[in-house]
Protein backbone atom coordinates (compact mmCIF):
# COMPACT_ATOMS: atom_id res chain seq x y z
CA UNK A 1 0.00 0.00 0.00
CA UNK A 2 1.54 3.34 -1.37
CA UNK A 3 0.83 6.59 0.46
CA UNK A 4 -0.54 9.05 -1.92
CA UNK A 5 1.22 12.11 -1.71
CA UNK A 6 0.66 15.76 -3.63
CA UNK A 7 3.15 18.83 -4.04
CA UNK A 8 1.88 22.12 -3.19
CA UNK A 9 3.95 24.93 -5.32
CA UNK A 10 5.09 22.09 -7.52
CA UNK A 11 6.71 24.44 -10.45
CA UNK A 12 9.99 26.01 -8.66
CA UNK A 13 13.22 24.36 -7.92
CA UNK A 14 12.32 22.78 -4.68
CA UNK A 15 9.06 21.77 -6.21
CA UNK A 16 10.75 19.90 -9.35
CA UNK A 17 13.05 17.96 -6.81
CA UNK A 18 10.32 16.57 -4.82
CA UNK A 19 8.68 15.72 -7.89
CA UNK A 20 11.36 13.74 -8.79
CA UNK A 21 11.86 11.92 -5.35
CA UNK A 22 7.94 11.17 -4.77
CA UNK A 23 8.22 9.15 -8.24
CA UNK A 24 11.89 7.56 -7.06
CA UNK A 25 10.06 6.32 -3.82
CA UNK A 26 8.80 2.97 -4.04
CA UNK A 27 6.24 3.59 -1.14
CA UNK A 28 4.84 6.99 -2.57
CA UNK A 29 2.60 7.39 -4.88
CA UNK A 30 2.46 10.93 -6.28
CA UNK A 31 -0.83 12.02 -7.18
CA UNK A 32 -0.80 15.53 -7.72
CA UNK A 33 0.93 18.99 -7.62
CA UNK A 34 -0.53 22.63 -7.49
CA UNK A 35 0.94 26.21 -9.03
CA UNK A 36 -0.82 29.24 -8.79
CA UNK A 37 -3.53 29.94 -11.17
CA UNK A 38 -1.71 32.41 -13.26
CA UNK A 39 1.36 29.94 -14.11
CA UNK A 40 2.74 28.68 -17.32
CA UNK A 41 2.01 25.51 -16.21
CA UNK A 42 -0.89 24.93 -15.39
CA UNK A 43 -2.39 21.63 -16.59
CA UNK A 44 1.30 20.49 -17.21
CA UNK A 45 2.38 17.02 -16.64
CA UNK A 46 4.47 16.85 -13.41
CA UNK A 47 7.22 14.36 -14.67
CA UNK A 48 7.68 16.71 -17.86
CA UNK A 49 8.23 19.66 -15.30
CA UNK A 50 10.21 17.77 -13.26
CA UNK A 51 12.66 16.94 -16.29
CA UNK A 52 12.00 12.78 -16.12
CA UNK A 53 9.46 12.52 -18.64
CA UNK A 54 5.68 12.13 -18.68
CA UNK A 55 3.85 10.38 -16.00
CA UNK A 56 0.54 11.35 -16.02
CA UNK A 57 -0.51 13.35 -13.90
CA UNK A 58 -1.28 17.02 -14.57
CA UNK A 59 -0.76 20.24 -12.26
CA UNK A 60 -3.79 21.68 -10.45
CA UNK A 61 -4.57 25.01 -9.18
CA UNK A 62 -6.88 24.32 -6.42
CA UNK A 63 -6.33 21.89 -3.14
CA UNK A 64 -10.15 20.78 -3.97
CA UNK A 65 -8.68 18.61 -6.66
CA UNK A 66 -6.43 16.48 -4.55
CA UNK A 67 -8.97 15.20 -2.45
CA UNK A 68 -7.23 11.89 -2.82
CA UNK A 69 -4.19 12.72 -1.28
CA UNK A 70 -3.34 11.39 2.51
CA UNK A 71 -0.11 13.43 2.76
CA UNK A 72 0.66 17.02 1.02
CA UNK A 73 4.15 18.85 1.07
CA UNK A 74 4.41 22.67 1.43
CA UNK A 75 8.21 24.03 0.39
CA UNK A 76 6.06 27.65 -0.72
CA UNK A 77 6.14 30.67 1.07
CA UNK A 78 4.81 32.32 4.46
CA UNK A 79 1.29 33.17 3.70
CA UNK A 80 0.70 30.19 1.13
CA UNK A 81 1.96 27.91 3.58
CA UNK A 82 -0.59 29.22 6.23
CA UNK A 83 -3.22 29.05 3.45
CA UNK A 84 -2.38 25.91 2.86
CA UNK A 85 -2.74 24.80 6.56
CA UNK A 86 -5.62 26.18 7.21
CA UNK A 87 -6.97 23.78 4.22
CA UNK A 88 -5.32 20.58 5.32
CA UNK A 89 -6.88 21.71 8.78
CA UNK A 90 -10.45 21.77 7.19
CA UNK A 91 -9.88 18.42 5.76
CA UNK A 92 -8.00 16.09 8.03
CA UNK A 93 -5.25 15.86 6.02
CA UNK A 94 -1.43 15.28 6.90
CA UNK A 95 1.26 17.98 5.90
CA UNK A 96 4.93 18.60 6.00
CA UNK A 97 5.97 21.64 6.25
CA UNK A 98 9.21 22.72 4.73
CA UNK A 99 8.99 27.12 4.26
CA UNK A 100 11.16 28.64 6.71
CA UNK A 101 10.88 31.67 8.38
CA UNK A 102 7.99 31.78 10.32
CA UNK A 103 7.23 34.11 13.10
CA UNK A 104 6.71 32.73 17.16
CA UNK A 105 2.99 33.79 16.87
CA UNK A 106 3.00 31.56 13.23
CA UNK A 107 5.00 28.47 14.71
CA UNK A 108 2.01 28.85 17.57
CA UNK A 109 -0.68 28.05 14.71
CA UNK A 110 0.71 25.63 12.95
CA UNK A 111 1.39 23.84 16.66
CA UNK A 112 -2.53 24.59 16.91
CA UNK A 113 -3.44 23.05 14.01
CA UNK A 114 -1.99 19.67 14.95
CA UNK A 115 -4.49 19.04 17.20
CA UNK A 116 -6.79 18.25 14.46
CA UNK A 117 -4.50 16.68 11.68
CA UNK A 118 -0.70 15.57 12.10
CA UNK A 119 1.84 18.18 10.75
CA UNK A 120 5.52 18.25 10.64
CA UNK A 121 7.35 21.59 11.12
CA UNK A 122 10.89 21.38 9.89
CA UNK A 123 13.45 23.97 8.87
CA UNK A 124 15.55 21.39 7.11
CA UNK A 125 14.23 17.99 6.19
CA UNK A 126 17.47 16.20 5.09
CA UNK A 127 18.70 13.59 7.83
CA UNK A 128 22.54 14.83 7.66
CA UNK A 129 21.04 17.96 9.15
CA UNK A 130 18.77 16.47 11.83
CA UNK A 131 21.79 14.11 12.61
CA UNK A 132 24.04 17.33 13.31
CA UNK A 133 20.89 18.62 15.42
CA UNK A 134 21.68 15.34 17.64
CA UNK A 135 24.96 16.50 17.74
CA UNK A 136 24.71 19.92 18.39
CA UNK A 137 22.48 18.98 21.56
CA UNK A 138 25.25 16.73 22.62
CA UNK A 139 28.28 18.97 21.80
CA UNK A 140 26.37 21.78 24.27
CA UNK A 141 25.78 19.65 26.96
CA UNK A 142 29.69 18.65 27.01
CA UNK A 143 31.13 22.09 26.49
CA UNK A 144 28.99 24.55 25.60
CA UNK A 145 29.27 26.74 29.31
CA UNK A 146 32.78 27.42 28.43
CA UNK A 147 32.79 28.01 24.88
CA UNK A 148 31.78 30.88 22.80
CA UNK A 149 29.69 29.95 20.15
CA UNK A 150 29.11 31.57 16.45
CA UNK A 151 26.76 29.94 13.50
CA UNK A 152 28.11 30.29 9.82
CA UNK A 153 25.19 29.57 7.17
CA UNK A 154 25.97 30.31 3.15
CA UNK A 155 22.42 29.94 0.48
CA UNK A 156 21.96 31.00 -2.84
CA UNK A 157 21.72 34.25 -3.90
CA UNK A 158 17.40 33.61 -4.67
CA UNK A 159 16.59 32.89 -0.70
CA UNK A 160 14.60 35.55 0.72
CA UNK A 161 15.22 34.76 4.39
CA UNK A 162 18.37 35.03 6.77
CA UNK A 163 18.95 34.00 8.44
CA UNK A 164 18.24 30.45 7.56
CA UNK A 165 15.77 28.46 8.78
CA UNK A 166 18.35 25.51 9.80
CA UNK A 167 20.72 28.06 11.34
CA UNK A 168 18.05 29.38 13.84
CA UNK A 169 17.22 25.91 14.38
CA UNK A 170 20.50 25.01 15.42
CA UNK A 171 20.83 28.38 17.73
CA UNK A 172 17.83 27.25 19.11
CA UNK A 173 18.82 23.68 19.93
CA UNK A 174 21.96 24.80 21.88
CA UNK A 175 20.10 27.67 23.63
CA UNK A 176 17.51 25.16 24.48
CA UNK A 177 20.01 22.80 25.59
CA UNK A 178 22.07 24.94 27.70
CA UNK A 179 18.74 26.88 29.82
CA UNK A 180 19.06 30.42 27.52
CA UNK A 181 16.35 32.13 25.48
CA UNK A 182 17.67 32.99 22.13
CA UNK A 183 15.37 35.79 21.65
CA UNK A 184 17.98 37.30 23.97
CA UNK A 185 21.63 36.35 23.48
CA UNK A 186 21.13 35.66 19.68
CA UNK A 187 23.60 38.07 17.84
CA UNK A 188 22.61 38.83 14.46
CA UNK A 189 25.46 41.05 13.14
CA UNK A 190 28.46 42.99 14.72
CA UNK A 191 29.71 46.38 13.46
CA UNK A 192 32.02 48.70 14.94
CA UNK A 193 33.48 48.65 18.30
CA UNK A 194 31.43 46.13 19.82
CA UNK A 195 33.49 45.57 23.16
CA UNK A 196 34.23 42.16 24.10
CA UNK A 197 31.71 39.39 23.60
CA UNK A 198 29.58 38.02 25.84
CA UNK A 199 29.82 34.59 26.72
CA UNK A 200 26.25 33.72 27.08
CA UNK A 201 25.37 35.27 23.65
CA UNK A 202 25.09 32.87 20.26
CA UNK A 203 26.44 34.87 17.26
CA UNK A 204 24.90 34.35 13.69
CA UNK A 205 26.98 35.33 9.93
CA UNK A 206 25.21 34.62 7.14
CA UNK A 207 25.94 34.96 3.43
CA UNK A 208 24.12 35.19 -0.06
CA UNK A 209 25.80 34.30 -3.11
CA UNK A 210 25.38 32.44 -6.12
CA UNK A 211 24.04 29.00 -6.38
CA UNK A 212 25.17 27.77 -2.56
CA UNK A 213 22.73 25.15 -1.95
CA UNK A 214 23.24 25.02 1.46
CA UNK A 215 25.88 24.92 3.77
CA UNK A 216 26.16 25.51 8.10
CA UNK A 217 28.87 25.63 10.57
CA UNK A 218 28.55 25.84 14.47
CA UNK A 219 31.59 26.98 16.30
CA UNK A 220 32.21 26.02 19.61
CA UNK A 221 35.68 28.05 20.40
CA UNK A 222 37.84 27.74 23.38
CA UNK A 223 41.31 29.48 24.32
CA UNK A 224 43.83 26.84 22.19
CA UNK A 225 41.00 24.83 20.32
CA UNK A 226 37.73 25.10 18.58
CA UNK A 227 35.22 22.41 17.40
CA UNK A 228 33.73 23.18 14.51
CA UNK A 229 30.48 21.12 13.67
CA UNK A 230 29.50 21.09 9.97
CA UNK A 231 27.01 20.27 7.36
CA UNK A 232 27.10 20.81 3.67
CA UNK A 233 24.61 20.21 0.69
CA UNK A 234 25.51 19.69 -2.59
CA UNK A 235 21.77 19.24 -4.09
CA UNK A 236 18.50 20.13 -2.85
CA UNK A 237 17.78 16.07 -3.88
CA UNK A 238 19.00 16.00 -0.43
CA UNK A 239 15.91 18.10 1.39
CA UNK A 240 13.52 16.20 -1.19
CA UNK A 241 14.31 12.62 -0.25
CA UNK A 242 13.76 13.43 3.41
CA UNK A 243 10.63 15.08 2.95
CA UNK A 244 9.23 11.73 1.12
CA UNK A 245 11.07 10.16 4.63
CA UNK A 246 8.66 12.38 6.59
CA UNK A 247 5.86 11.99 4.62
CA UNK A 248 5.86 8.72 4.95
CA UNK A 249 6.33 8.33 8.55
CA UNK A 250 3.24 11.19 8.71
CA UNK A 251 1.02 8.84 6.92
CA UNK A 252 0.77 6.77 9.90
CA UNK A 253 1.04 9.58 12.55
CA UNK A 254 -1.72 10.37 15.25
CA UNK A 255 -2.60 14.03 15.50
CA UNK A 256 -0.15 16.02 16.55
CA UNK A 257 2.65 18.64 16.09
CA UNK A 258 5.89 16.80 14.81
CA UNK A 259 9.58 17.99 13.20
CA UNK A 260 12.36 15.64 11.79
CA UNK A 261 13.35 14.48 14.94
CA UNK A 262 10.88 12.26 15.55
CA UNK A 263 11.02 10.97 12.06
CA UNK A 264 13.93 10.02 12.57
CA UNK A 265 13.46 8.76 16.61
CA UNK A 266 15.86 10.85 17.85
CA UNK A 267 13.66 12.39 20.57
Request: aromatic share 8%; hydrophobic share 45%; proline share 1%.
Amino acid sequence: MKVKVAILGCSGRMGRNLIQAAVEHKSIELVGGTVRSSSSFVNFDLGELAGIGAIGQKTATNLNDLLNADVFIDFTAIETTLENLKWCQQHHKALVIGTTGFSDEQVSLIKKAGELMPVILAPNTSVGVNLMFKLLEVTAKAIGDYTDIEIFEAHHRFKKDAPSGTAVKMGQVIADTLGRDLNKVAVYGREGITGERDKETIGFATVRAGDIVGEHTAFFADIGERLEITHRASSRMTFALGAMRAAFWLSEADNGFYDMQDVLGLK
